[in-house]
């Protein structure tokens, strides 16, 4: 089976959130540093909102945070573009009948949002959402669960996904792991491919 990551894996949607934490943190007078884009960007949406005023001491609560994240990255969803190579290589795996689900930390409507303006919704089993786990993806037992909904061992699975660090999470539950080159990460590199069983620089490798 096939398991898919959404940011920076099928959409082109890493740079969005930085453009939303530099206009977060400007509205606020305060500048990103790499610690704090390296802990938001592996970070499920609550998590990252509690470190955001505890890194800052911002007199917001998270949930005044992730409304502002929201508010600033919910249009930008109805646009994100798929990254090259993906549509098709999704489109082979549903003409093969090869089982497919999502695994992701993005917040459920801007996904669900992406996922209908590429008319992707029935591409897919299920959609696991870490967020709704109260689970970071780093965490091996976000994998786990997901092969248990699915009725799936995680030895029959294989996991696209640009997050080193869920990389190496998806290997210790016992996955398959194909990394996937996004920008954001560009840094990264030899930790994605220490972590995955293959590294790509898009789908097109795939087709």
Request: aromatic fraction near 10%; proline fraction near 4%; charged fraction near 25%.
């Amino acid at each position: 089976m096939k398991l898919f990551d959404l940011d920076g894996t099928l959409i082109d949607s890493n740079g969005i959130w930085v453009d939303v934490d530099l206009r977060f943190l400007g509205r606020h007078g305060l500048t990103p540093t790499e610690e704090y884009t390296y802990a938001v960007g592996h970070s499920i949406f609550p998590v990252a909102a509690e470190f955001t005023r505890d890194y800052y001491g911002l007199d917001l609560t998270p949930e005044e945070i992730m409304e502002e994240w929201l508010s600033m990255a919910g249009d930008a969803y109805a646009h994100v573009p798929m990254k090259e190579g993906a549509r098709d290589y999704l489109s082979r795996c549903a003409r093969g009948g090869e089982r497919m689900a999502i695994v992701t930390a993005c917040v459920p409507a801007l996904c669900r949002t992406a996922l209908e303006r590429h008319g992707l919704t029935d591409c897919f089993e299920e959609i696991v959402f870490a967020q709704e786990l109260g689970l970071e993806k780093r965490d091996p037992q976000v994998y786990r669960i997901a092969t248990e909904r699915l009725r799936v061992s995680p030895g029959d699975c294989t996991l696209y996904e640009d997050a080193p660090s869920n990389c190496a999470a998806a290997r210790l539950a016992g996955m398959t792991v194909v990394g996937v080159y996004d920008a954001f990460y560009d840094s990264y590199q030899e930790e994605m491919r220490k972590n995955s069983d293959r590294y790509i620089r898009s789908f097109t490798e795939l087709l």
